[in-house]
């Protein structure tokens, strides 16, 4: 049986368009809460009723006249864009002017507006082709309220494919979150079935917002940074800009991006999943999978094993550099000079892991607590030097970072470290490692053995294994093998035997390196002069990632003159709390 081609009816490629534009809750709030961001608002109250299908969106935006809530339901209407050149250079969240029409074929569509220099709202209700049925006057504070009801009422089939609406209720859930992260000035309040359901508050960076979310992380964990960063030119010299990195790159005059970054310090929050490795572009949340491994890249033997890092990463760049063309629903994006953009996050990335006084959360209430100290010494006759001579720190100071000043040895396992806003304890074996680990990361550099290790029992995956890291294996007799070269560190090692065989288990260049890091770092137990400490503290202090060992290990535990003058009350008025 054969059929003619024919036009579909105008109704059916509209429900067609409109399932592909809004295909959940979660779509309906993301739609209506970017227009309430494009307009500007700053406090949004969303409420859901799932028995109702239902969801209301309120927002303190500059509003609608009548004018445009008369038109702003029809099909692709928007106020974003005019002209074929503006689609080149979208910094809003909508734009295509399909939001509102689609929810008026699939919803109940009721729109409530007044402009900020209105005296009155008005409300308006569209029928399925987005034309105004009923418009009326109303009582409404300067905003914007739009009500969508009984969604895909009309489209029975499409309902009952959707998930459960548990699952959808966490959908929307996690759209709020994204968009909040991108959005941190707003104030949310969310409710479900008239009862709050959950709230954020606004804070000056996502720093604040991420806490809010995760209960489990604390803003201390945190680390934020800025970058100002050159934009390069979209004009390859020789080849693709999807290939090429910074040292290729022609800049042109463009304005500078910025790359906004806060990210959990590995010493203190990670995930058992990379699920909060997150990018966003230009205010919006998006995929990026170059970007993403970027992050873990960077994070590579920062976290423990199987464990991934807290990572939001935000960039504000010229519309031009992304293109959004990667995936359908704008979730994907590619960008142009990836590996110019790669490069970058993993620099920000290695700034904010250093140990400097802007990386360290209690240095500034540290200092306060400092500063109102010394004016109370200053009153009194008594005083306090707490100035620290640095050694060997112009390449300390060159990089900004923390000064360090060793003052003993505990248990002959920690080293006990002075810094102008209090000390820390530094276990001196995987601050070590983490030293030797990069060295070996930087240089791996393979040595003669003089005599050779001589090993047995080795099965052929063994020396396979022991060749494959470039070491120099031979039979030497029956079920022996001389390993006659072997990791420099392991040269003068007195268990260099123990970690050749520890090498030959198996494991990628890496592993070894840290196999071989763990085996040459300074025990636990070893007794270290005073010197020797601070010798370890300054070449611990300038590696990439001094927060933790290769393992994922914290190296140090902070105790900041802040707590120390909590714990010992120094902040109480003497007179009173002698009962004077």
Request: glycine content about 4%.
């Amino acid at each position: 049986m054969t059929f003619s081609i024919q036009t579909l009816p105008s109704e059916v490629v509209n429900l067609i368009a409109a399932g592909e534009v809004i295909d959940s809750l979660a779509a309906v709030v993301r739609e209506l809460v970017e227009n309430a961001l494009d307009a500007g608002a700053t406090r949004l109250a969303i409420s859901i009723s799932p028995e109702q299908w239902r969801v209301r969106v309120a927002d303190n935006g500059w509003g609608m006249s009548l004018g445009d809530l008369r038109c702003c339901a029809t099909a692709h209407s928007t106020s974003k864009i005019r002209s074929y050149e503006d689609l080149w250079r979208i910094t809003s969240l909508g734009f295509r002017g399909e939001a509102l029409h689609s929810l008026a074929t699939l919803a109940d569509l009721q729109v409530l507006s007044r402009p900020l220099v209105a005296t009155e709202g008005w409300r308006i209700i569209y029928d399925s082709q987005g034309e105004p049925v009923v418009e009326e006057a109303a009582a409404i504070a300067p905003g914007t309220v739009v009500t969508v009801s009984n969604l895909f009422a009309n489209w029975a089939a499409r309902k009952e494919k959707l998930p459960a609406m548990a699952q959808q209720l966490r959908a929307v859930q996690t759209t709020i979150y994204h968009i909040a992260l991108c959005h941190p000035n707003v104030t949310w309040q969310v409710q479900q079935r008239d009862r709050l359901w959950f709230a954020i508050s606004p804070g000056t960076t996502a720093q604040q917002i991420l806490p809010q979310i995760l209960r489990q992380v604390r803003q201390g964990d945190l680390h934020h940074l800025v970058v100002d960063v050159p934009t390069p030119s979209n004009k390859p010299q020789g080849g693709s800009t999807m290939e090429l990195d910074s040292s290729e790159l022609e800049q042109e005059t463009l304005a500078d991006a910025k790359l906004s970054l806060v990210m959990g310090l590995p010493d203190r929050c990670h995930r058992r999943r990379p699920d909060w490795v997150k990018v966003a572009a230009n205010n919006r949340l998006v995929r990026s999978p170059e970007l993403e491994q970027a992050i873990l890249g960077a994070f590579a033997r920062t976290v423990p094993r199987d464990r991934y890092p807290i990572c939001f990463l935000h960039l504000q760049l010229c519309p031009s550099q992304i293109d959004w063309n990667r995936h359908p629903s704008k979730a994907e994006i590619y960008l142009h000079a990836i590996g110019y953009w790669q490069e970058k996050v993993a620099q920000a990335i290695e700034k904010a892991l250093q140990i400097s006084p802007a990386n360290l959360s209690e240095a500034v209430q540290s200092e306060r607590v400092v500063t109102l100290l010394k004016a109370s010494e200053e009153k009194g006759n008594y005083s306090v030097s707490r100035s620290i001579k640095a050694e060997n720190t112009q390449k300390s100071q060159e990089m900004g970072l923390i000064e360090l000043k060793a003052i003993a040895q505990v248990r002959n396992t920690y080293i006990l470290a002075e810094h102008p806003t209090g000390m820390w304890l530094v276990e001196q074996h995987i601050a070590h490692e983490r030293v030797l680990y990069e060295q070996l990361c930087d240089r791996w550099q393979i040595v003669p053995l003089e005599p050779p290790a001589i090993l047995s029992n080795l099965t052929p995956a063994q020396v396979e294994q022991l060749q494959r890291l470039g070491l120099d294996v031979e039979p030497f007799g029956e079920q022996r093998w001389a390993v006659r070269s072997a990791p420099a560190p392991l040269q003068a090692g007195d268990e260099c035997t123990e970690a050749l065989l520890e090498l030959s288990w198996g494991g990628d260049l890496q592993t070894a390196q840290v196999a071989t890091a763990c085996r040459s770092a300074i025990r636990n137990g070893t007794s270290l002069s005073l010197p020797e400490m601070q010798d370890l503290l300054d070449q611990w202090k300038l590696t990439r990632n001094p927060r933790t060992c290769p393992h994922g290990r914290p190296i140090y535990l902070s105790l900041e003159e802040s707590a120390l003058a909590r714990f010992f009350k120094r902040h109480w008025v003497i007179g009173k709390s002698h009962g004077i």
